[in-house]
């Protein structure tokens, strides 16, 4: 049932219960009106008033002013003279400031809710802030969220349907549900600008509703701990990791379908460790890219404050801010930096984790978390445990398939070119040990040189040997770190990448995702 018609059925007890003084908890006016008038048309033997700065005392429905007086003074005095003399009158006030504390203005409503309780009267108040308890406890309150997909879905097929006989609108059913999921968290106002500016250019088409979420992002103005990372075609290009990159498009599927009858929850994300530079970062940016989807990223350095307590307000506000533009990826690299154990932080970390978890197992939103972690073995326990995330997913070095996909990948980049298999088999016994940072690496410095010399031309085999022979990878220069990384990965999570059958014969406890 949408927000807007519980709401109004709330509102419809509280008037045959002839409650003296009722608040409506609402940022949009109209459509808090749109709630009074459909409770008011249920109790048809009540009377109805509202009141507003620019049009004074009118009656609800006929919109017929009462008084000249369009003063708030004059419209209390008038509701005051009704209550004393006549039963059944509701009066809507939609513009009293200085309510939420003990104000002369607060005081006066409390003493006139007292008299229309003597009358079965009621004071209805619109309010986006919070209201005095001397005033708020005389009566009750309801609040009137954000339009939720239904009645998002309700507004934009009116909208659709209005239109299509007059210009070329390509939406049907679905791209109407998709449309109502990105404009989640904006006003019924808002969503109608979106659409009707969408409109405007003449045409509504399929590929539209990704441009949905930036006006999201104008709407919603600078978010609280996130920032908006822009994404570009570069984004899409992830060589190997084969495994996640299946199990990612089976999420893509639940992430984009209407789960709303099913008893399904949309799906949570993935954490990725591993060895730095094989492209766990890079591929938050690629699922973004691929589900046409926005990319935020959380840094949990940032989160971390000076103050008890400010840690975890910044860490609230972050996810909410994540909650309210999605569906979208939200991207925390390096997550052991902010929740990671330590000594002498007062606790901070215990409560970051807690409240991290909470959302995580709370949060209804299409927010697909992609989290890195490179020291894994210090992120707390219960972060790790089955259901926090979808899975965790092991990033280790390329082996000789890989390479070669990621070495034709970024010659076609970088160069333009395609490598003859002979060249890119010399290359790939060359890279032994390599990441996919250091093979772009290489393979950038080959385009450099390209640009510095003015050629067109591809340097020569024994040049480019000659750039992969000096690299020196990661793995060489911290060997240790590797092997420690490594070996946790390889027994407690998913491989990213392709197995040989004699690893999998050979891993003993090791989990792997099995497809369908």
Not at 16 to 24: G, L, M, S
């Amino acid at each position: 049932m949408p927000n807007q018609l519980k709401t109004s059925e709330k509102l419809v007890h509280y008037l045959k219960a002839r409650v003296p003084f009722i608040v409506v908890r609402s940022i949009e006016r109209s459509r808090a009106l749109d709630v009074i008038r459909y409770a008011a048309g249920q109790t048809k033997a009540m009377s109805f008033y509202t009141h507003s700065r620019t049009k004074g005392l009118q009656e609800l429905n006929g919109n017929a002013p009462v008084t000249d007086d369009r003063s708030l003074v004059g419209a209390l005095d008038y509701a005051t003279s009704m209550f004393t003399n006549r039963e059944n009158a509701n009066f809507i006030f939609t513009e009293i400031e200085d309510l939420d504390s003990e104000t002369p203005t607060s005081r006066h409503l409390a003493e006139m809710a007292r008299l229309a309780e003597t009358r079965q009267g009621s004071i209805i108040v619109i309010a986006s802030s919070s209201v005095w308890s001397g005033l708020s406890r005389l009566g009750m309150s309801v609040t009137l969220d954000l339009p939720d997909i239904d009645e998002l879905r309700m507004i934009i097929d009116d909208i659709v349907e209005l239109h299509r006989p007059s210009m070329k609108v390509e939406w049907m059913h679905e791209e109407i549900r998709r449309a109502a999921e990105v404009l989640i968290g904006v006003t019924q106002t808002e969503a109608v600008n979106a659409i009707t500016t969408m409109l405007a250019k003449g045409s509504l088409l399929n590929k539209d509703v990704a441009e949905l979420s930036q006006f999201k992002d104008q709407i919603l103005g600078d978010l609280n701990g996130i920032d908006k990372i822009p994404l570009n075609e570069n984004d899409y290009g992830v060589g190997g990791l084969s495994s996640l990159r299946d199990w990612l498009r089976r999420k893509q599927q639940l992430m984009s379908a209407d789960l709303t009858a099913t008893p399904l929850h949309p799906p949570k994300g993935v954490l990725l460790v591993g060895v730095p530079g094989c492209g766990k970062s890079l591929q938050a940016k690629a699922i973004a890219a691929e589900w046409q989807l926005p990319l935020y990223r959380l840094d949990m350095a940032t989160v971390l404050g000076m103050y008890v307590g400010q840690s975890e307000g910044q860490l609230k506000a972050a996810l909410e801010a994540a909650d309210q533009v999605a569906p979208c990826v939200l991207w925390i690299d390096e997550i052991e930096k902010g929740l990671a154990g330590g000594n002498g932080d007062s606790g901070t970390t215990r409560r970051l984790v807690g409240q991290f978890l909470f959302w995580l197992q709370e949060s209804t939103s299409k927010v697909f978390l992609v989290a890195t972690a490179n020291d894994v073995q210090s992120l707390p326990p219960e972060l790790l445990r089955k259901g926090r995330f979808d899975e965790i997913f092991f990033v280790d070095l390329p082996d000789e398939s890989d390479r070669a996909e990621i070495i034709r990948m970024y010659f076609l980049k970088y160069l333009s070119a395609d490598l003859s298999p002979y060249l890119v088999e010399q290359l790939v016994e060359l890279s032994e040990g390599f990441s996919g940072a250091d093979l772009e690496s290489a393979i950038h410095d080959i385009a450099t040189e390209q640009f510095i010399t003015h050629t067109t031309e591809l340097p020569t085999d024994g040049y480019i040997t000659d750039v992969f022979s000096n690299v020196v990878p990661f793995s060489r220069t911290n060997p240790e770190e590797v092997a420690a990384i490594r070996a946790w990965g390889r027994e407690r999570a998913v491989p990213a990448g392709r197995e040989s059958p004699t690893e999998l014969q050979t891993g003993s406890g090791r989990r792997v995702v099995v497809m369908g």
